[in-house]
């Protein structure tokens, strides 16, 4: 027999190993698993949603997405006319306010986004059977609050009749298509995004002035 061939290996208690990788992690994920079920969850979210809300600025507030729309009702048409006609009247009292003074930024993005309301206004009052008439045309001689003026103005007269035909099919036990009510409630939703850019906007330079005064005073 050859002397070379090694021996009977001696057999090895395999009990007396460490625990392989995959042993230890198995151990491990039960408690990790329950701690993680266990943590407060809701409040973390809570908290991380009320501090990106408390740093939006006007610009983060545009892009946000229209993820309150539902399922659109006469009723509910009627509801959400009333709260662009809120919006108007409040962005309408601030350009209102005496000795209002915007850089050409501000100009600018109100402008785009005052007339970015108007068309959505005026689109939804088409499909509600509203005749709109001719867009507003303000002059070059008007300044520019002026300008922003005419578009809040017309796109109040839409919503006042708006609401008007709202309440008339309702009464008749009249209702708009499906496409039609959908349709326009997508376009009062983006017409109330842009308002509330133009409120917070709006806002800002106020409190400039407020600032201002205080300091001359």
Do not use: C, H, W
Not at 41 to 61: F, G, H, R, W
Not at 160 to 182: F, R
């Amino acid at each position: 027999m050859d002397s070379s061939i090694p021996g009977k290996i001696p057999d090895v208690d395999q009990t007396q190993k460490a625990p392989a990788v995959g042993d230890k992690i198995s151990e491990r994920q039960p408690k990790d698993f329950q701690d993680y079920m266990n943590a407060p969850q809701t409040q973390q979210v809570s908290a991380s949603e009320s501090t990106q809300a408390s740093k939006a600025t006007p610009y983060e507030l545009a892009q946000q997405p229209s993820s309150n729309l539902q399922t659109p009702t006469m009723d509910s048409l009627q509801s959400q006319s009333l709260s662009v006609s809120e919006s108007l009247n409040d962005v309408n009292q601030k350009l209102n306010t005496k000795n209002l003074s915007l850089n050409q930024s501000q100009k600018y993005l109100l402008r785009n986004k005052l007339t970015e309301a108007n068309s959505s206004v005026r689109s939804a009052a088409t499909k509600a059977g509203v005749d709109v008439g001719e867009p507003p045309q303000p002059t070059s001689k008007l300044n520019p609050v002026q300008r922003f003026l005419s578009y809040v103005s017309d796109s109040q007269t839409q919503m006042v009749e708006i609401q008007k035909k709202l309440k008339t099919m309702s009464a008749d036990g009249k209702a708009l298509s499906p496409g039609d009510m959908l349709l326009i409630q997508v376009k009062m939703n983006k017409a109330q995004q842009a308002l509330e850019y133009s409120s917070v906007l709006l806002g800002k330079a106020v409190e400039d002035i407020k600032t201002l005064f205080n300091v001359q005073i």
